[in-house]
């Protein structure tokens, strides 16, 4: 028998529970970063039923020195859930069950591995709403938007899904089980170890269960879309909605080169003149989300090309287009390499603009779209999977928009996390007083760094200085 056969053997022993298969399964081995050719290996891929399951496999990992990386639905966006380390891969999608669900007080308790979709759909049957939406949400799981933080185009009036949560169950790295948070919609007693875990990217421990917090759901949306023939009235029209107070639920955008790999299938025509759109959603009641709609279109016509309400009826086939950018983008020369990059808002013209700069710079074709209202762009490198060379210029221009991001004083993850693509960009941003204190957190719950290896923080401290704005 093989060690890794041995090691099958007795993890199932220790978790008596659920399936323990050997490293072999390709689809556990990387995330929605396999185009960029990231793929890890492992030893083990388990699959715990319960939060005891989980704790029994991480406390005999810890004490046998085998890494273990959490692993959500595997969409992540920066190699988060890829195991670069071998060791065990623990697969929470076994952990399935709605632990209570009580539509009165606007609260669920799910276990870590439910899907954001069912989450949103379980509340949307009671008249609620989970607000949290990104765009992987069938295969997403609560666990792993809490670990990643994730957004989506509603968190521009919403917030992102840590906002949304007000109690964490998790397996910490060395086997202990903790709570902390509940059912209480606030809660000062202890540290905020919720904030902590959320957004650790599966640093600090396995999240088995989650306490979230629900809205009664809005009557009504209205949609409006907006076309200008340049970033700079685009950009102009976006600070306008914040300067006048408006509060869209969602503030979205495309730029020409996003808009090309789309307009054919754009459920309104726009002309050829056409070079950014933006997607304002009013909700509310009926009478509220139609006001706020007009507000939105008399704020968005100065320059615009096309203005246009889309009722609650054709909104959806509108969202439907808009979830199809991504892979529309990545079609058009088989791969792409994107940054998840955030500025302030009164910035988003100059990164926008400089993606295209920095795409020229290195012979790419460039193109970004993105949550316009938080700043937040997905600034993408086209290139061809198979083309070397093109692959490496496309990671030396997703460096560049890091370094760009920086220096306009905004992040180099707005909502993806850092994982395993961004780690060596960390220093860019945070200082290395910052990066001490995170490391000391990272040693304190994980002293022996088995708990998803090689993630979130650098391997190094080279610290590379980008001016960034004052004041
Ligand atoms: C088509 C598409 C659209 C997307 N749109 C958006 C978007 O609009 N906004 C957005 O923010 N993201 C988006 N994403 C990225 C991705 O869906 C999110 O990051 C999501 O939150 C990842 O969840 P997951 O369950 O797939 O986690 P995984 O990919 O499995 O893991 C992500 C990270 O979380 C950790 N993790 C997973 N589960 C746990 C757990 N239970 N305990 C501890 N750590 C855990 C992993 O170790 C890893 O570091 C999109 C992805 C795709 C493919």
Redesign the pocket.
Known sequence: MTAQQLLVRELQQVLREGRVLDGAQHEYLH??TLQRGIIGSADAIAFPTSTAGVARLVEWCYRHDVPM??????????G??VPVEGGVVVA?EGMHDVRSFEPWAWRLEAD??VT?ARVRALARQSGLLFPP?????E???????????????H?FKYG??GSWVTGIE?VLPQGQVVTFGGRVRKDATTLNVPGL?TG????L????AAWLRLIPAPEAVVLVLAAYEDVTSGCRAVQAVIENGLVPSALEYLDAGALAAVARTCPIELPPTAAFVIIAEADGTTDAATALARELSDVLADDAVVLEQISATEAASLWRWR?TV??AVTTQRGGKLSE?VVVPVERLAEAIEGTLAIGERFDLSACSWG?AGDGNLHSSFLVAVDDEKERLRGESAVTEMAKLAVSLGGAIS????V?LLKREHLPLQVGTAEIDVLRSIKAALDPHGLM?PC??LPSSQAREVVDRPTG
Do not use: C, M, W, Y
């Not at 939406?133 to 949400?137: E, I, N, Q, T, V």
């Not at 421990?205 to 088995?208: A, K, S």
């Open positions: 995330d929605a990386v959490p692993r959500g639905g595997g969409t992540g966006f920066a988060g859930a929470l870590a591995g954001t939406d990104p765009g992987a949400a295969q997403s799981q609560i666990g792993g938007n809490i670990a990643t933080n994730a957004g989506g185009p968190a992102v899904t998790a875990l650790s990217e599966g640093t421990g396995i999240i088995t979830d991504s892979h998840d949550h707005g909502e993806h996390g994982g998803n993630k979130k």
